[in-house]
């Protein structure tokens, strides 16, 4: 699936120092491939590499941060753009408010008006009343009266009558004198495209004038998906989308291109038969779902909430002149601890990662470091070289470690000097100071 895609071509890059026009362009062709293989619009995946690309070259890397995990980031964001950003509210201002559903047969749209009845019943507290606009399929009747039954909400139908325009009238005129405040119409659908369906429904939505129409669409007919909303919309130009059957082992494609092809967006998604299955569209959860890789996204975001641009450009300068010593390698274990899960992190930052690798990483293992850089003296501090056997004594007794200890800090401390040397003398290093969010 696309994730795990995904997942793979950003596991090429690691490793990788940085964020290449070469690097990035192998990632994103594979990248392109899931996409397309996903069902997403070729234009679609093509405008979304690009900018996907353009973002990540111009995107300095982060010490805290693997260039791979800054992709997934950037990836993550741009999905998350690409599907609206925001998640988008019904707007029901109309008393009654009205909703029109639309969409192809099967697609979803009884089950959906219950679910939505059923949601908005008890938690806008809303008094809905449901429409059987179906007047080819007697049993399409029957469904929506079986449903309502479920959940207690009353279904106006008007069984034998031939004109669904009139149905959707007649039941608005009943929600007002019965008190009403919300009507939510289903109306009939075909299997395929047809002009006596669309101008039947373009008819409804003319008579009624709903505060939403919604397109709903079966999320596991991939393209088709984005063809079909591309046609209702060009007829109904309605308000959202409502993306059915995500449960199932459906491909995200449809997703991403709906809301690029129409522009409208969608708003909700059905996740199952039952009338609990429904929830709103969150285009970032969507996002990690297709990714797979929530946790990485959360982790890029708190490194660089945390970390300090000028504190970075202040420690380059000084590793570029060697001046990198023990308060530096203090404060960048501060950094560590601000920003939470240890082990977790520790490995994400250049040289402090690598020189308390073998240690157990807890509190533990900061606190005898600690301990010990605290028992130096200033001078200590800054020109580690005058450490000698008297001074790593009177240290080994004043953090309440051992000489071995010490000496096991000062002989990871000098690894990691040499190690910050040597990688900013790189093109990374160069890349390095510069961060924003
Ligand atoms: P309509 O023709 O557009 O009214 O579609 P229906 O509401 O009758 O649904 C068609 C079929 O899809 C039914 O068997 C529903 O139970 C099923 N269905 C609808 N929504 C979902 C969903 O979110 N997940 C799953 N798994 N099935 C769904
Ligand atoms: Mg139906």
Redesign the pocket.
């Given at each position: 699936n696309l994730s795990e895609r995904l997942e793979r071509s950003f596991k090429i890059l690691k490793g990788e120092g940085k964020i290449t026009e070469i690097n990035v362009a192998e990632t994103l062709k594979d990248v392109r491939k899931a996409l397309l293989d996903a069902d997403v619009n070729y234009k679609v995946a093509k405008s979304f590499t690009d900018t996907v690309k353009e973002k990540a070259l111009g995107q300095n890397v982060l010490t805290a941060v693997k260039p791979s995990q800054l992709m997934v980031k950037i990836v993550h964001d741009e999905l998350t753009a690409l599907m609206g950003g925001e998640t988008a509210e019904l707007e029901l201002n109309g008393r009654p408010a009205i909703i029109l559903?639309s969409?192809?047969?099967?697609?979803?749209?009884?089950?959906?008006?219950g679910k939505l009845a059923r949601m908005l019943k008890a938690k806008k507290n809303r008094k809905p009343l449901l429409v059987a606009c179906?007047v080819y399929r007697p049993a399409?009747v029957d469904?929506l009266t079986v449903l309502g039954e479920q959940i207690e909400v009353p279904v106006y139908s008007e069984p034998g009558s031939k004109d669904p325009v009139q149905i959707a009238l007649n039941a608005i005129h009943e929600a007002k004198a019965k008190g009403y405040d919300l009507v939510i119409v289903?109306t009939a659908?075909r299997l395929a495209i047809d002009e006596q369906m669309m101008n039947e429904i373009e008819a409804i939505k003319k008579a009624i004038n709903p505060d939403e129409t919604l397109f709903?669409v079966?999320s596991m007919t991939g393209q088709d998906a984005v063809n079909t909303a591309r046609e209702f919309n060009e007829r109904l130009d309605f308000n959202g989308v409502v993306l059915?059957?995500?449960?199932?082992d459906t491909r995200g494609g449809a997703a991403l291109s709906i809301r690029t092809v129409v522009n409208k967006p969608i708003k909700f998604?059905?996740?199952?038969?039952k009338l609990d299955?429904?929830d709103q569209f969150h285009p970032a959860r969507m996002a990690d779902r297709i990714l797979g890789m929530g946790d990485i996204v959360s982790l890029v975001e708190r490194a660089q909430e945390q970390y300090d641009e000028e504190e970075a450009k202040r420690l380059q300068k000084k590793i570029q002149k060697n001046q990198f010593d023990f308060n530096d390698f203090l404060a960048q274990i501060h950094q560590i601890k601000k920003m939470g899960n240890l082990k977790e992190l520790a490995s994400m930052i250049p040289g402090v990662g690598k020189a308390i690798k073998d240690i157990d990483i807890d509190d533990n293992a900061f606190k005898s470091i600690e301990a010990i850089i605290y028992s130096m003296t200033p001078e200590e501090r800054t020109h580690p070289e005058v450490l000698n056997g008297t001074r790593r004594t009177r240290i080994a007794k004043g953090s309440g470690t051992t000489i071995q200890e010490v000496n096991r800090l000062l002989k990871q401390f000098d690894q990691t000097r040499k190690m910050m040397k040597m990688v900013t003398s790189s093109k990374m290093g160069k890349m390095m100071p510069k961060m924003k969010k």
């Open positions: 559903m969409g192809l047969q099967g697609s979803g749209k009884t089950t959906f008006s179906d399409a469904q289903d659908g709903v079966d059915t059957k995500l449960d199932g998604v059905g996740t199952g038969e299955a429904i």
